[in-house]
């Protein structure tokens, strides 16, 4: 419950909670975004860390201290840098534990039957699948492990996984870097990163509601 407790605080007062990381930890503040962006991309266990969130809310804090504390041109190739580091530990996890996942029915929360499927869906929607994932919770986590594990080609993978982190770093950050101070904005902060969440995590919503509706083609 503790830990349920201190991820909800974050996420509700994180512009609060990073602006005294700025000035608590000054340019170490840098290594701590970095590890928030490697182990939610790179930790198959730990898809719940804000990402973005974090990354609308850095970009808000770098356009009100105008780059002092936190540059916005330090910021997005830092964290395009650790998404693809974690999306890789992730992909060759992922394909190491390939041949366990198949011959067992289920390992952890991973069914047999889901790297099937995703097999399937990576051959039909591969290119875009890898784009658009980045921008879902959870499934942004998941995405590269299925993909290593799904003996997607790396060389393929690797592509358009490089795009999609620089797709998503740049455009939320350089969103909250725009946006994030308009007053109404300001004060209405965790209105805003709420909204950001519930977004984010429509395509799942609707992905079970079509589950649900249409079971024969799930």
Not at 18 to 33: G, K, M, N, R
Not at 56 to 61: K, L, R, V
Not at 128 to 133: E, L, R, S, V
Request: hydrophobic content about 55%; charged content about 15%; some cysteine.
């Amino acid at each position: 419950m503790e830990i349920i407790e201190f991820f909800k605080d974050l996420l509700l007062n994180l512009d609060e909670k990073l602006a005294l990381w700025v000035i608590q930890y000054d340019t170490a503040i840098y290594a701590i975004l970095f590890l928030i962006v490697f182990v939610e991309t790179g930790l198959i266990v730990m898809p719940f860390l804000p990402g973005d969130s974090l990354l609308f809310t850095a970009g808000a804090i770098a356009a009100a201290n105008n780059n002092v504390g936190l540059s916005i041109y330090v910021l997005m190739p830092l964290l395009i840098v650790a998404a693809l580091c974690g999306d890789n530990v992730n992909y060759f996890v992922g394909k190491f534990m390939s041949e366990q996942i198949k011959k067992r029915e289920k390992i952890l929360f991973f069914k047999r039957e889901y790297i099937t499927k995703t097999e399937a869906f990576y051959e039909r929607y591969g290119r875009q699948a890898i784009i658009m994932a980045r921008f879902v919770p959870i499934v942004r986590t998941i995405a590269p492990f299925v993909a290593g594990a799904g003996n997607m080609p790396y060389r393929r993978y690797i592509t358009f996984c490089i795009l999609g982190a620089i797709i998503w770093v740049v455009s939320i950050s350089m969103l909250g870097y725009f946006t994030g101070n308009i007053p109404w904005v300001k004060d209405n902060f965790e209105k805003v990163v709420i909204g950001i969440i519930v977004v984010s995590i429509l395509p799942i919503i609707w992905g079970v509601i079509k589950a649900k509706m249409s079971p024969s083609k799930a």
